[in-house]
């Protein structure tokens, strides 16, 4: 289940609050009330959150649930570490004859919950350290961020709502004019699993329009500046997704170079891209304003969808690869521009590399339009005049 924006909160902020954080809240619920009728994210960020990192529905608490839900997700975390055995701690200045204390459960301690239980002794946990003001600062909040992937996978999502709540009520309540950007770095500056930061990017991607107001930029940046504790290869993924979703928001002129920067990440790696790669930048291509740079991009991807599939083991392989990659562009313009990139990139490749493609598009004349499909036969006879083809 996805939530547009969370619901207003009850309280009003507490009375040591400036009034630039006064301010952020008038503006915040202003552009908020605005956005609905945007069409910020629409299918594109849709098939993003899909392709890139799936999409999970959950009937779990989350910031929208009432005041008795969150208490009795609250209990039931309590009791998941009430079942738990008990752990003391002695400090060295304690007599050995003293009782030992038992210690607070911690994040450190969800490990040791039942995994179906995890979600709850999660929100126990949060919410403990943020009630009663539902706030927490990012840097607080970035261990919590980065125990999400301790959760079911299909509690994931739910739990990066919070954090995401959590954020947006001490961003109106404390934080300051200017630096949001920063807050959001805070979080992904102190995560290190790429299991965790999937559903906060993706929850980011989904909600920053309706929770803080048309702030995509900051959001990107924030994400984008704070990879270092992930892999390299994990920071690559998070990178370029988010700077595929931000180009939506970015003036049409300057989407090429947007789109181009991401794919120059891709392209340079040493090893193959994935299908999911190829559909990522492949869709971006749409948000490209139609003429000579959407066709750059399409040609661009048609090459790296030619040197993904030619290492593959057999031509069947080979084919397969070529068929999943055009099948997952969404808009037929974008698949048909990819066909004729790839057409054209195997005028100067072997013959080997020629045949597979050649094949993989005759194969999949499916995959396009009417006006496309005769068109591309009738390239594909003109370059190949001895083919006899039995398709008509």
Sequence with gaps: MQYST???????????????????????NAVRSASHSSTTSGSFLSSITQRVFGTKASSLCTPNS???????????????????PPVYQVPATVPASASPASRPAALGDL???AETNRYDAWFYLIDREACPAETMAPTKLAAF???IDLLQEDHRPPAAEFVISYLHN??????????????????????????????????????????????????????????????????DKLWRATAIWKLEYMRAEQRYDGWNKAFVQLDRQSIASTTADIALHGNAITLIPEGENRHLAASQLAKRLIAS?????TPAARI?????????????AVRADVAEGLIEHTR???????????????????????????????????????AQSEKP
């Design 6 to 28: 969370f619901e207003p909160q009850s309280s009003g902020p507490p009375s040591a609050v400036a009034g630039p954080s006064q301010a952020i809240r008038r503006d915040l």
């Design 66 to 84: 009432s005041a008795a839900e969150k208490a009795a997700a609250r209990a039931r975390g309590a009791a998941a570490f009430a079942k738990l």
């Design 111 to 113: 490990l040791t919950v």
């Design 145 to 147: 961020a980065n125990a």
């Design 170 to 235: 001490f961003y109106v309540t404390i934080g300051k004019p200017g630096e949001f950007a920063t807050y959001v770095g805070q979080i992904f500056s102190g995560m290190k699993q790429l299991a965790s930061a999937t559903p906060l990017i993706e929850a980011f991607f989904r909600q920053t329009a309706t929770v803080f107001g048309n702030k995509q930029h900051l959001v990107a940046w924030g994400i984008q500046r704070n990879l270092t504790g992930f892999s390299a290869a994990d920071a």
């Design 309 to 313: 599939a030619t290492p593959r083991a």
């Design 320 to 332: 397969a690869f070529v068929h999943e990659g055009l099948a997952m562009i969404d808009d037929n």
């Design 348 to 386: 100067a490749d072997g013959s080997a590399v020629r045949e597979y493609v050649h094949r993989a598009i005759s194969d999949r004349f499916d995959l396009f339009d009417p006006g496309t499909g005769f068109h591309l036969q009738s390239v594909l006879k003109r370059l190949n005049p001895s």
